[in-house]
């Protein structure tokens, strides 16, 4: 399978930003055996969506449980695809703590997302607490299969994200992230048999154009999720270089 890097710009952004970085991007190389994606704020999809066109693949950060009905500030699954959009992130960790977001109704928005067509990128992730009790394997695969209930496997990404690594410059050694990758891997083709070995499975938390060759050098990692390092367009496609290397 292609290598997956998704850029999750959170809520930064401009339309300043957009126009800029299509101009740098458009002065770099073309990237191959690599999938680019970029996840903007919400008001900004259909610029991004306008400036990169054929250049880069548009996601947008988070989706509703409710396919339509009175549902105030709620953006449902199917308005993102008529916007574009090819990838939903769901059940980020900021999500996850900021809004109370359960197992459950991660669930329910990913099974929403791929009715939609959209390609659901569901977030797991433990906390440090939780890591340095040698708990990370039991948290993740809980909440890995709690967040897949009746979830379909097709078109399913799923990203681990240790909540330590996310914006505090730490990252998961090379050895943490493949092996807990592995775990997914296999807890994937227990509950879904022969399909779950064909799932991506990305990795996020403090992914630099430093640390992306080593991470992408590991077995069992697909792709990377990246945060700050893709508000620079130099800087995300180092990274997504990075991941079209190791998919060489």
Known sequence: MAGLV????????????????????????????????LCPPTPYLVAVGEAFEGLLLLGAQNCAEQVEGAFTGEVASQMLAEMGCKYVIIG?????????????????????????????????????????????????SEQLLGSLAQVPCDNLVVAYEPIWAIGTGRTASPVQADDMHGVIRQRLQEHF??????????????????????????????????????????????IASAASAGRA
């Open 6 to 37: 998704i850029a999750n710009w959170k809520m930064h952004g401009s339309l300043a930003l957009i126009e800029e970085f299509s101009q740098q991007w458009r002065g770099l190389p073309q990237l191959s055996e690599v999938d680019a994606v």
């Open 193 to 238: 048999g022969a399909a779950g070995s064909e799932i991506p499975i990305i990795y996020g938390g403090s992914v630099k154009p430093e640390n992306a060759g080593v991470l992408f050098g590991c077995d069992n990692i697909d792709g990377a999720l990246v945060g700050g390092a893709s508000l620079e367009a130099k800087s995300f496609w180092q």
């Open 92 to 140: 980020h960790s900021e999500r996850r703590s900021l809004h109370r977001e359960s197992d459950a109704q991660v669930a329910i928005k990913a099974r929403t997302a791929n009715a939609a067509g959209l390609n659901p990128v569901v977030c797991v992730g433990e906390a440090l607490e939780q890591r340095e009790a040698g708990q990370q394997d039991a948290v993740v």
